[in-house]
């Protein structure tokens, strides 16, 4: 199997509290990885350090290394908006652009120069009908995306981030902030790009790991503790 991201003994800091002590894990290709554990136990750390999100944060320091493709991304080459595109994020609460869905799912595209209609179009629509939200949206694709529930708008966001065809996928607990109505809808837009995408996912909801994700990583006290096919994992709790 070949592995998309590896990491190898990462600790990252946050000023001298070292919030992960030396984690070892790598993310297959067309996979669904889930990261478990209890609240502060370095499940969100970890996967904002696959692409250095935690960058933003003043006096964070990582060590250890990360590759993606084989190349290291904390390599003073990296180019962190690139390294963002390949590797996509969605966050916590739904944080879809003021502007119509449309502009949202295309945001990336057009950045990187993209101008004919036809791909945009396309490529909308794919990534709609990829997040199973194309139904809801496909007749007012020029509507403000914050018009539309929490459910749909973190849907409209996976498209955006599929839109741009990255490597892997992080989701940091996507579906928290979400009913459980629309926190199923999202796991069933999860479920259909299964196979197709490289995928971390941190949720605290057991079930939901168990549901949607191959493979589980448990977190304590920021260490990983345990890694192996969600179904051993389950089954011999
Ligand atoms: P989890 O996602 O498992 O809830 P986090 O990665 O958010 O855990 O947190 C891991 C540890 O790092 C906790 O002790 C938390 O308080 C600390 N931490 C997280 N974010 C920051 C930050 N921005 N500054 C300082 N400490 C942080
Ligand atoms: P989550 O459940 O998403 O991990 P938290 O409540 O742990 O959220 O953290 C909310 C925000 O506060 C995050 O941006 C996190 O980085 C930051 N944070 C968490 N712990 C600390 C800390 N000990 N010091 C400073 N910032 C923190």
């Not at 509290?17 to 502060?40: N, V």
């Amino acid at each position: 199997n070949n592995n998309i991201i590896t990491a190898e003994n990462v600790r990252l800091y946050y000023g001298k509290h070292e919030a992960l002590h030396g984690i070892d894990l790598d993310f297959p290709e067309k996979q669904i990885t889930a990261l478990i554990g209890p609240s502060g136990s370095g499940k969100s750390t970890f996967l904002r350090s696959l692409n250095r999100m935690n960058d933003l944060i003043p006096d964070v320091t990582v060590t250890g290394t990360i590759r993606l493709d084989g190349s290291d991304i904390y390599s003073p080459q990296t180019d962190t908006v690139e390294l963002r595109k390949r590797v996509g994020m969605v966050f916590q609460q739904p944080n879809p652009f003021p502007f119509s869905v449309y502009e949202n799912v295309t945001y990336g595209l057009r950045l990187a120069g993209v101008k004919d209609k036809k791909l945009l179009d396309q490529r909308v629509e794919e990534s709609l009908k990829l997040a199973a939200v194309w139904d809801e949206t496909k007749d007012h694709l020029k509507d403000n995306a914050l018009s539309f529930s929490g459910g749909q708008q973190q849907r409209i966001c996976i498209a955006r981030v599929l839109a741009v065809k990255p490597e892997i996928i992080l989701l940091d607990e996507p579906t928290s902030a979400l009913d459980p109505v629309s926190s199923a809808k999202v796991e069933d837009s999860l479920l259909a790009i299964k196979n197709q995408y490289t995928i971390a996912i941190v949720t605290h909801n057991m079930q939901q790991a168990s549901r949607i994700s191959d493979r589980t990583a448990f977190f304590l006290n920021g260490k990983l503790i345990e890694v192996d096919n969600t179904a051993n994992i389950f089954l011999n709790p």
